[in-house]
């Protein structure tokens, strides 16, 4: 994969090394009239060479974002899409996009297209659309097993202040365990609780957490389905932690409502923009949109 990606010519970041605060300031600061409230509309797999692929057999796919609000047809916005493949790495594509004007049933509408995105099967990916300001998109989940599964707990491999950082990649949140639940404390199986709690670690990429003295002004996003993210009112609590003789802290959002039966996207993030890679919460955490949602028509 890291061959492809080189072939991109994406400019991105990993995440585990930060927010791409340049494109996102400039893209959040534009005029709120006529801003992209945006979706992940399409998501095509392929193998390369333009040809259809299962899910299981692409090599690739093509992202095309589509407004949801009456925006001009010459627009210039570029939302940034996010790609994270795993449970920690993803990035932030900018350059990537090219824009495409399309007519359906009548409506003429700009899009962006993010083509020829290297993806494995073997990893689940996600594609969304999210700032510290917002608007932010739906959440796409491509992958032959989209659950998202996280079978040990990661461990922060040491402890540095935030002196030590200076110079260094910030630390970004990495949810570490979502633990469904009946509100009264009782374990409950994923298709039936109707609350989780939401454990989340800070960590720089050697998966090195933050001092106890460090205190992160942490959100917590949410998106049920295919609604796109949304800022939760629930305040994490911090909790303080020891391995080893390692003094460290996590960050719990506690008694987070879900509703059984549908997906529950949830991605935290910090004050300077940094994020999780998503965790979707379902017992089927496919995405299917067969008809995405037309949006108004374009503005000459």
Known sequence: MDARLNRLGIVGLLLMGGWLAMTTASWAQRPAPGAWVPQIAI??????????????????VNVSVWP??????????????????????????????????????????????YNDIPVNSALVNRFYIASPVGPNSNVWVHAVDARTIQPEIVEPSGVVSPEGMAG????????????????????????????????VLMLDNLDRTMDIEYMPELSLLIAEGNDPLQLSEIAPVPVNR????????????????????????????????AMSVPWTHAADARTLLPAPLLPPPCVE
């Not at 949140?173 to 979502?178: C, D, E």
């Not at 003094?247 to 923009?273: C, I």
């Open 168 to 199: 260094l990649v910030a630390p970004i949140p990495r949810i570490n365990v979502v633990w469904p639940h009946d509100g009264t404390g009782n374990y409950l199986p994923v298709e039936s609780a109707p609350f989780v709690n939401v454990s």
């Open 242 to 273: 020891s391995l080893d003789g390692l003094a460290y802290r996590t960050w719990e959002f506690n008694d987070v409502p879900v509703k059984a039966g549908m997906q529950s996207h949830l991605v935290v993030m910090s004050q300077f923009g």
């Open 43 to 60: 998501v095509w797999p392929h193998d390369g060479a333009g040809n259809s692929a299962s899910v299981a057999e692409a090599t690739y």
């Open 68 to 113: 949801t609000n009456a925006v001009r047809c010459d627009s210039e916005e570029i939302p940034p899409l996010t790609w994270a493949y795993g449970n920690s790495n993803a990035l932030v594509m900018a350059a990537q996009a090219t824009r495409q004007m399309r007519e359906i049933d009548g409506v003429r509408f700009p899009t962006l297209e």
